[in-house]
């Protein structure tokens, strides 16, 4: 495997994160907790599961998967789900209505330079980040690798500051996105040689050969991976978490490309034409989809 793509294997510029699919035992309590404390709406009803999301945009699939455990700490799978807000009011107001629901769900907040961002965990153990980004044009770059850092965010302080009765009135009516997806996986090296030697995202940042963060189009990252919990995690049991990352590209001829790669780097994959299956080294399952 080569440890970089060449400028022609890149994944396009203009890539989004879609939908994330988790797997889950009890469907009353996580759907509780998505609609109630992240202000999230059914948007489709499928197979039983449930698409939840903000202005009828899926964001999250609640898959029922009962008989599944729920994983080890260790294991590879779901570090978080990175919901992005428009404003730092409508940060705030889910920031507001997750601690509200269950304070002991938030696990801690950061400014990094290029967003602000609060975390929490679902009842089911899966992390979520909620975030706003700052303008691109304060981002700072270092030659290919942007600047982040975790800064101290006081939660008090921020919705002192930015929360609004409008905002929380209004949130079911404000836009939220996946900004990106953050994994565990086993090894670092590993994941830099998949996700950007053979994938085509671009690396954006390290952490101390613990983390790395890559993205298309230089964006700060569209997925990252650890090892903090994971180092030398093996491929992944089927429990409950992660179910699948989608990843969307604007035309069939993206999805072509990718394929192409897979196949010359023997990589199993399921192309349909429009969408593309495949696993990662730790059998996370991603899906390329023309949006």
Avoid: C
Wanted: avoid cysteine.
């Amino acid at each position: 495997m080569t440890a970089e793509a060449t400028s022609q294997d890149l994944l396009p510029a203009d890539l989004t994160m879609g939908t994330v699919m988790l797997k889950v035992g009890d469907m009353k309590v996580m759907t509780d907790y998505y609609q109630r404390a992240l202000g999230l709406d059914v948007v489709a009803e499928q197979d039983g599961g449930l698409y939840l999301g903000r202005l009828r945009k899926p964001l999250v699939h609640l898959a029922p998967a009962p008989g599944l455990n729920l994983p080890g700490r260790g294991e590879a799978g779901l570090f978080h789900t990175a919901l992005l807000f428009e404003d730092q009011a409508s940060l705030a107001a889910t920031v507001a209505t997750a601690a509200r629901f269950n304070p002991h769900s938030f696990t801690g907040s950061a400014d990094h330079l290029v967003s602000e961002a609060f975390y929490f965990t679902d009842p089911e153990g899966n992390g979520i980040e909620l975030y706003w980004d700052r303008p691109r044009s304060n981002w700072s770059w270092n030659g290919t690798d942007v600047v982040m850092d975790s800064l101290a965010l006081p939660p008090q302080r921020y919705l002192e500051q930015h929360l609004t009765e409008e905002s929380l009135e209004g949130q079911h009516t404000t836009a939220a996105g996946v900004g990106h997806v953050h994994l565990q996986v086993g090894d670092v090296q590993s994941a830099r040689d998949f996700y950007v030697g053979i994938l085509g995202f671009e690396k954006t940042a390290g952490w101390h050969g613990q983390a790395l963060f890559v993205s298309a189009g230089r964006y700060h990252h569209h997925m990252a991976m650890n090892v903090w919990n994971s180092r030398g995690a093996g491929p992944r049991k089927d429990t409950l978490g992660l179910g699948e990352v989608l990843i969307e590209v604007p035309a069939g001829d993206d999805v072509g490309a990718l394929a192409d790669r897979l196949k010359v780097s023997g990589i199993p994959s399921s192309h349909t034409g429009a969408e593309l299956l495949f696993e990662d080294p730790w059998r996370n399952n991603i899906r390329v989809a023309v949006r």
